[in-house]
């Protein structure tokens, strides 16, 4: 499973923008590039996967350039319940149950 | 459409005793992958069970087993519990035969050893 890195924190405030990018040089043509999402005290929560250029869905964007070298979650006019942790991960999604490789995640603190 | 659902929340024991999570996957998944959570890390892969079989298996001691039942429910089972075995442990389940397809998560069990 390719490795991936990330920042450790990012602050933003209200209403802005946030991205957060991920760097994953030795992902495999199989793979799938997935963000989960964690608040305290609970278990992480699925944002969206991608394989190549774009995807959106209703709460994030994910944008992947042609290498796939990195990618970049996109969280549009943030709010301070999108204050928590958020894991790339990358791994061959057409494999059965594949095991989740996590790091140790992007802390996102949201102020007012 | 029950997610994935834990028990107990909540959990304390002492060194050395044994113990035993539960885990009911969501419905119409039938994998379920076992994760352990420290304090300030990521979760990491204890174990997978598919077709009541352990599929793959992460670094961790044989102090971790595991099963799964028929109907794709799954314990996870701890012995000789050490102090550094308190963690949140998660439970994730997820569709074996399909593509694509992201595992959910339960809102695990909090394990603290005294």
């Known amino acids: 499973l390719a490795k991936t890195t990330q920042p450790i924190s990012m602050d933003s405030y209200e209403g802005q923008e946030v991205n957060i990018t991920c760097s994953h040089n030795n992902i495999a043509t199989n793979d799938y590039i997935t963000w989960y999402q964690q608040f305290p005290s609970q278990g992480p929560r699925f944002i969206i996967q991608g394989y190549k250029t774009k995807v959106t869905n209703e709460v994030a964007s994910l944008f992947i350039p042609a290498d796939r070298k990195s990618s970049t979650l996109s969280l549009p006019r943030v709010s301070l319940s999108d204050t928590a942790v958020y894991y790339c991960?990358?791994?061959?999604?057409?494999?059965?149950?594949?095991?989740?490789?996590f790091g140790k995640g992007t802390t996102l603190s949201v102020s007012s | 459409d029950a997610g994935v659902t834990q028990s107990p929340t909540h959990l304390i024991k002492t060194r050395g005793q044994q113990v035993t999570l539960r885990c009911s996957p969501k419905?119409?998944?039938?994998?379920v992958s076992w994760y352990q959570q420290a304090l300030g890390q990521g979760p990491q892969f204890i174990f997978q069970y598919y077709e009541e079989e352990e599929r793959q298996r992460g670094n961790f001691p044989d102090r971790f087993s595991g099963h799964q039942f028929p109907n794709y429910s799954s314990e996870l089972n701890v012995n000789a519990l050490l102090l550094g075995d308190s963690a949140l442990y998660l439970c994730?389940?997820?569709?074996?035969?399909?593509?694509?397809?992201?595992?959910?998560f339960g809102d695990g069990t909090r394990l603290s050893i005294l």
């Open positions: 994730a389940s997820s569709l074996g035969r399909a593509s694509n397809q992201p595992q959910h």
């Open positions: 991960l990358v791994g061959d999604m057409d494999q059965a149950g594949t095991a989740l490789i």
């Open positions: 419905s119409g998944h039938d994998t």
